[in-house]
């Protein structure tokens, strides 16, 4: 398998995406402002007890004996691990139960800000942001002096709330808008037939792995089989991952037999997924799409497919999120976010930070109305379907 040192990241801002995590797990962005970290002294105690316990690796006993929380989180070095304070696991609750809004974008973090990539039908576009503008701040604060995940907090929230956003627009100058959040709905899979080179072709689009994605994969592409397209392209493009049962349920449509990804810890030890069902899908021609918003179960998905040499990668490097985080309450209605696993492929590798490396490369410019990507793949398949 090939890899790419780095990350970056793209993320669909719509109501009901999944966050960078595995599914095996409740923890998920927050979009409430950060409040001050004065936890008391038994919620540190709390902290370090549940990171003896459940941290994915061994913590250095100069870490944990660190005098506050924050001080703790940051010897640790990792960015999924947090203290939510109680106003963010409150918002976290209720965005978890009620679902939250969005504003319709889709963006990829660059040092200068969010290029956007597309604006959906929604909130942003009618305030006028469209494809190619760069958001360089968000309610007054720097995008680039923060992470990525944060920004997307920062933008996603409750329907009905609004967020202010600065926009760079070339040879425009710089915009400042004022959007309202409102629930965006989109399938998890969207399936249609395209053409290419005098052929069908099924374009299966998967925006997020949530329940009941592999079983769309499935049916939408069987369709459009059906109705005379000779190959699949599986696009993962800005799929930020979601559960991984849906991941595993997904290669095992078109892998037969093996390893999808193993998942180990310290302290929950090691544990082997391997494909499941009837690979209903396994004779048809594949091609699939990442880009750098390809993360997380997206990733196991691109990663197991590309271990069992059953179709090219054609896009850029994912996002390289490998890491499986959970959230425990504490006493103070604050709750700590932890890692608690790894995952690797299946030739045992870790894309934390690294990221899957494509076959074929191709990026898709902002500043065109084409698709550059999905045409590199769709050669790719032809070639396939030449042999």
């Known amino acids: 398998m090939k890899r790419l040192g780095g990350f970056a990241g793209v993320l669909l801002l719509f109501a009901g995406a999944f966050a960078f995590g595995l599914g095996l797990t409740r923890a ?98 009618a305030a006028g942001i469209r494809r190619g503008d760069r958001i360089v701040s968000i309610d007054g604060r720097r995008v680039r002096r923060l992470p990525f995940d944060r920004s997307l907090e920062l933008i996603k929230g409750r329907e009905g709330t609004s967020v202010r956003l600065t926009v760079r627009r070339p040879r425009e100058g710089t915009l400042s808008v004022i959007v309202s959040r409102t629930e965006i709905q989109l399938p998890a899979v969207r399936a249609r037939t395209i053409e290419a080179g005098g052929r069908k072709l099924a374009h299966v689009r998967v925006v997020s792995f949530r329940a009941n994605a592999a079983e769309a994969v499935e049916r939408g592409a069987a369709r459009l089989l059906r109705r005379g397209a000779q190959g699949v392209l599986l696009d993962l493009r800005d799929n930020p991952g979601g559960l991984l049962s849906q991941a595993v349920r997904t290669v095992s449509l078109f892998v037969d037999a093996g390893v999808v990804c193993i998942t180990e810890g310290v302290n929950r030890g090691r544990h082997t997924y391997e494909v499941n069902g009837k690979a209903s899908l396994d004779g048809a021609p594949l091609v699939v799409l990442v880009d750098s918003g390809s993360a997380s179960a997206a990733e196991v998905v691109a990663a197991a ?54 076959d074929v490369y191709a990026f898709d410019d902002a500043s065109t109305p084409r698709d550059e990507p999905l045409g590199r793949a769709s050669a790719a398949l032809l070639k396939q379907l030449a042999r």
């Open 28 to 125: 998920q962005e927050v979009a409430a402002p950060l409040g001050p970290r004065d936890a008391p002294v038994e919620v540190i105690d709390q902290v370090r007890a549940e990171l003896v316990a459940e941290y994915y690796r061994t913590i250095p006993a100069f870490v944990l004996g660190r005098p506050s929380v924050d001080a703790i989180l940051s010897g640790l070095r990792d960015p999924y691990t947090d203290y939510l304070s109680p106003g963010e696991y409150a918002a976290l609750r209720d965005r978890t139960s009620r679902g939250y809004g969005g504003v319709g974008l889709t963006v990829r973090p660059t040092r200068r800000g969010l290029i956007v990539r597309a604006a959906l039908q929604g909130p942003a576009r």
């Open 305 to 358: 497919i590309d271990d069992h040499g059953r179709a090219p990668i054609v896009g850029q490097r994912t996002y390289g999120k490998a890491t499986v985080q959970s959230v425990r309450e504490l006493s103070n209605g604050a709750a700590l976010k932890l890692t608690t696993a790894v995952f690797l492929t299946p030739t045992g590798e870790n894309l934390t930070a690294r990221g899957l490396r494509p």
